[in-house]
Nanobody, 134 residues
Framework: DVQLVESGGGSVQAGGSLRLSCAAS????????MGWFRQAPGKEREGVAA????????????VKGRFTISKVNAVNDNSKGTLYLQMNILKADDTALYFC????????????????????????WGQGTQVTVS
């Protein structure tokens, strides 16, 4: 099973930056989709950014130009890697619990076709890391 552990959340002033990390392990395929979601109190889980192993990316309109998703694979071990979310020019509206997620390769075509990231297309989740912008 794919296991995901997020870190890097915290409190920051508006206009500041944070970088979230997601330590991932248990990959059995070299083709898949990973992403970041967030959920604020009383709101639905929202897809923020996604990255396919072929390099294709997706960003929600609310974070385009401010957030960057990237991934580094473990050396000589395709079963592990670290997913990042660099968040710049943070706003109060970015305050949420941020989740790392893994999905099959088919998740990215679905995202591109619908223009949204649905949590239903992702099969493994981390426990979340809190980001608070004041």
């Amino acid at each position: 099973d794919v296991q995901l552990v997020e870190s890097g959340g915290g409190s920051v002033q508006a206009g500041g930056s944070l970088r979230l990390s997601c330590a991932a392990s248990g990959f059995t395929s070299t083709s898949y989709t990973m992403g970041w979601f967030r959920q604020a109190p009383g709101k639905e889980r929202e897809g923020v950014a996604a990255l396919h192993t072929d390099g294709t990316t997706y960003y929600a309109d609310s974070v385009k130009g401010r957030f960057t998703i990237s991934k580094v694979n473990a050396v000589n071990d395709n079963s592990k890697g670290t997913l990042y979310l660099q968040m710049n020019i943070l706003k109060a509206d970015d305050t949420a619990l941020y989740f790392c997620a893994w999905g099959p390769t088919s998740a990215m075509p679905a995202i591109q076709a619908r223009g949204i990231m649905s949590p239903l297309w992702f099969a493994a989740w981390g426990q979340g890391t809190q980001v608070t912008v004041s």
